[in-house]
T-cell receptor, first 111, second 116 residues
Framework: DAKTTQPTSMDCAEGRAANLPCNHS???????VYWYRQIHSQGPQYIIH???NNETNEMASLIITEDRKSSTLILPHATLRDTAVYYC????????????FGQGTRLTINP | GAGVSQSPSNKVTEKGKDVELRCDPI?????LYWYRQRLGQGLEFLIY????????KSGLPSDRFSAERTGESVSTLTIQRTQQEDSAVYLC??????????????FGPGTRLTVT
């Protein structure tokens, strides 16, 4: 699976959009981009995933560049409860597979 | 519906003792995973089960670690002769594994193991 690079930490004001970048320059054509987050003392939570088109669900939006070498997770109206470590994971989808977690981005939402 | 559950939520044990950690996956999820997270660290994959296939044990750190799964339900992770470096949160996850895009994993709350 391709390696990802994320900033170690970010801050965002409550109510504003939080934009979390992820670089995956070695991504191959059959690899998807997944995002998970881990709120303190909880298990990781799936957020969203995509291949090449932008995706949106009730939690977030995922913007993938045309060359697929980077992506951005957008939390449109961040709340204090969005404070967490956010993990960008790139993987081939071919059945049940382990997830390989990097260090992620520690996002702090400030009041 | 019910999510992934794990028990116990906390376990304190003495060095050298054996421990068993339990995971109840989401009903209908054929794939089950165990991960470990040491304090301040990322998640480390340990083992996963997929239906009747042989489990992927590639992440187990030593032969003191083993896991079993009963059919497509409960799984038990056993650590024998625990060591202090085994102290961590042990997380279980489950997912569907049919031919569909997604396979997103749903995690339980974890078991915090402390070896004294």
């Amino acid at each position: 699976d391709a390696k990802t690079t994320q900033p170690t930490s970010m801050d965002c004001a409550e109510g504003r959009a939080a934009n979390l970048p992820c670089n995956h320059s070695t991504i191959s054509g059959n690899e998807y981009v997944y995002w998970y987050r881990q709120i303190h003392s909880q298990g990781p939570q799936y957020i969203i995933h995509g291949l090449k088109n932008n995706e949106t669900n009730e939690m977030a939006s995922l913007i993938i560049t045309e060359d697929r070498k980077s992506s951005t997770l957008i939390l449109p109206h961040a709340t204090l409860r969005d404070t967490a470590v956010y993990y960008c994971i790139v993987r081939v989808v071919r059945g049940a597979q382990k997830l390989v977690f990097g260090q992620g981005t520690r996002l702090t939402i400030n009041p | 519906g019910a999510g992934v559950s794990q028990s116990p939520s906390n376990k304190v044990t003495e060095k050298g003792k054996d421990v068993e950690l339990r995971c109840d996956p989401i009903s209908g999820h054929t794939a089950l995973y165990w991960y470990r997270q040491r304090l301040g660290q990322g998640l480390e994959f340990l083992i996963y089960f997929q239906g009747n296939s042989a489990p992927d044990k590639s992440g187990l750190p030593s032969d003191r670690f083993s896991a079993e799964r009963t059919g497509e339900s409960v799984s038990t992770l056993t650590i024998q002769r625990t060591q202090q470096e085994d102290s961590a949160v042990y997380l279980c996850a489950s997912s569907l594994a049919r031919v569909r895009v997604g396979y997103e994993q749903y995690f339980g709350p974890g078991t915090r193991l402390t070896v004294t």
